[in-house]
């Protein structure tokens, strides 16, 4: 019988382990917290006055009873997969939302809001939450926690054990640097701009470690050239990648995970921050969509699939829409469909996230 045992233990702990529930029955993450821009907006512009919503069909079309939540896709993101990986609920609720109970808000929230970026003057192109909003918003939340039900040590413990994901920067290159004067003025290259913008994700990561948070992720940029609103913007060679932007995301990425990510680490006492790639999974399927099943890379699924996003892409009832978005890369010109989201968290999950279940 013992020797059963002892042959069986490993299989045992390891099944336990594998769903995320440590031997003394606790989830080893059991939230999961998120900062960031519209790939990881779960709601909160449904709550502030701003035209970067998606509250309205055909978004939601394919999630839980075809309901638009404010998630900029078919159905639900690469975050909501994440939670439901580590045994947390299949989908994070947004901060803003007034019904959430603490039971809701101890297994995970979202602060993030589309259209924003790492820099104050990319939030404030479409009146959004910066990410210093965030963060203040982030202490509040700290602060419910301790006042609620679950006290000091049960708030302490949400805050050190969670999962912190970082979405954002897109929004920094494509709607700012690339697209208004100010920024370009200031910084002569992308580069530069990049090299201010990590210098906004270092503070960003103290912050929340200064207020407890010791696992982290940090997302890198996608091939964000490879946009389909981008592909119609490219001038010099129309429909196809802007190779530029690509190279900017590369660049950006290359120095988050070679130079800021040990350096942090290094530096912040019981840190754990990763750094998780999506580039390359992206790179691929835009490559090679027939690989992973899709048969569209280039255009969203809404509408010309060129430039509808937001309100564009919900103008109407007669709006163009393909029939199953589970064929497309991209749901409208700029986000990708659920099942991309799928394949995102699960790439996400097997390579980079799995250290912490
Ligand atoms: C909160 O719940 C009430 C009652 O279910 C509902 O009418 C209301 O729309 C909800 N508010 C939000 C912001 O979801
Ligand atoms: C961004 O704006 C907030 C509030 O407006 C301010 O507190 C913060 O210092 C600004 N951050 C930067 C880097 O300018
Ligand atoms: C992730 O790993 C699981 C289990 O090994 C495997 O079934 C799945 O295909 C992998 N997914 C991706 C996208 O790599």
Same mark, same amino acid.
């Not at 564009?312 to 978005?325: D, E, I, Y």
């Given at each position: 019988?013992?020797?059963?045992?002892?042959?069986?233990?490993?299989?045992?702990? !390891?099944?336990?382990?594998?769903?995320? !529930?440590? &031997?003394?029955?606790?989830?080893?993450?059991?939230?999961?917290? %998120?900062?960031?821009?519209?790939?990881?907006?779960?709601?909160?512009?449904?709550?502030?006055?701003?035209?970067?919503?998606?509250?309205?069909?055909?978004?939601?079309?394919?999630?839980?009873?075809?309901?638009?939540?404010?998630?900029?896709?078919?159905?639900?993101?690469?975050?909501?997969?994440?939670?439901?990986?580590?045994?947390?609920?299949?989908?994070?609720?947004?901060?803003?939302?007034?019904?959430?109970?603490?039971?809701?808000?101890?297994?995970?929230?979202?602060?993030?809001?589309?259209?924003?970026?790492?820099?104050?003057?990319?939030?404030?192109?479409?009146? !959004?939450?910066?990410?210093?909003?965030?963060?203040?918003?982030?202490?509040?939340?700290?602060?419910?926690?301790?006042?609620?039900?679950?006290?000091?040590?049960?708030?302490?413990? %949400?805050?050190?054990?969670?999962?912190?994901?970082?979405?954002?920067?897109?929004?920094?290159?494509?709607?700012?640097?690339?697209?208004?004067?100010?920024?370009?003025?200031?910084?002569?290259?992308?580069?530069?701009?990049? &090299?201010?913008?990590?210098?906004? %994700?270092?503070?960003?990561?103290?912050?929340?470690?200064?207020?407890?948070?010791?696992?982290?992720?940090?997302?890198?940029?996608?091939?964000?050239?490879?946009?389909?609103?981008?592909?119609?913007?490219?001038?010099?060679?129309?429909?196809?990648?802007?190779?530029?932007?690509? &190279?900017?995301?590369?660049?950006?990425?290359?120095?988050?995970?070679?130079?800021?990510?040990?350096?942090?680490?290094?530096?912040?006492?019981?840190?754990?921050?990763?750094?998780?790639?999506?580039?390359?999974?992206?790179? &691929? !399927?835009?490559?090679?969509?027939?690989?992973?099943?899709?048969?569209?890379?280039?255009?969203?699924?809404?509408?010309?699939?060129?430039?509808?996003?937001?309100?564009?892409?919900?103008?109407?009832?007669?709006?163009?829409?393909?029939?199953?978005?589970?064929?497309?890369?991209?749901?409208?010109?700029?986000?990708?469909?659920?099942?991309?989201?799928?394949?995102?968290?699960?790439?996400?999950?097997?390579?980079?996230?799995?250290?912490?279940?």
């Amino acid at each position: 019988m013992s020797s059963l045992i002892s042959k069986y233990l490993p299989w045992l702990l !390891v099944l336990l382990l594998r769903g995320g !529930v440590a &031997a003394d029955g606790k989830k080893k993450v059991p939230a999961i917290i %998120v900062f960031g821009d519209s790939s990881v907006d779960t709601g909160n512009n449904n709550f502030i006055p701003t035209i970067a919503r998606s509250n309205f069909w055909p978004y939601g079309r394919d999630f839980a009873d075809g309901l638009p939540t404010g998630r900029f896709s078919n159905g639900r993101l690469a975050t909501d997969f994440i939670s439901e990986a580590f045994g947390l609920p299949r989908t994070i609720p947004a901060y803003l939302d007034t019904n959430l109970t603490i039971d809701d808000l101890a297994t995970g929230v979202s602060f993030a809001s589309a259209s924003t970026g790492l820099d104050n003057a990319t939030a404030g192109i479409m009146s !959004v939450i910066s990410i210093a909003e965030q963060l203040d918003y982030f202490r509040e939340y700290r602060e419910r926690l301790r006042l609620s039900k679950l006290g000091e040590a049960g708030a302490e413990e %949400v805050v050190g054990e969670a999962l912190y994901i970082w979405s954002i920067g897109t929004n920094d290159f494509i709607e700012n640097y690339y697209n208004l004067p100010q920024r370009r003025m200031q910084y002569a290259t992308a580069a530069e701009y990049g &090299a201010y913008l990590l210098g906004l %994700v270092e503070a960003a990561v103290r912050e929340v470690h200064a207020l407890g948070g010791r696992k982290m992720d940090f997302t890198g940029l996608t091939p964000m050239g490879c946009l389909p609103a981008e592909r119609l913007g490219n001038r010099d060679d129309p429909g196809q990648c802007n190779e530029e932007y690509n &190279a900017v995301a590369r660049s950006f990425n290359g120095r988050l995970r070679g130079e800021l990510v040990p350096k942090l680490n290094r530096e912040l006492p019981g840190l754990r921050l990763v750094y998780a790639d999506t580039y390359d999974l992206f790179d &691929a !399927v835009v490559r090679k969509p027939g690989a992973y099943g899709f048969e569209n890379a280039e255009r969203g699924c809404c509408g010309t699939g060129l430039f509808e996003a937001g309100y564009f892409c919900g103008l109407g009832t007669s709006m163009q829409l393909c029939g199953n978005a589970n064929k497309y890369v991209f749901f409208d010109a700029i986000h990708p469909t659920e099942r991309m989201y799928s394949i995102l968290a699960d790439t996400v999950m097997n390579t980079t996230l799995h250290v912490f279940l």
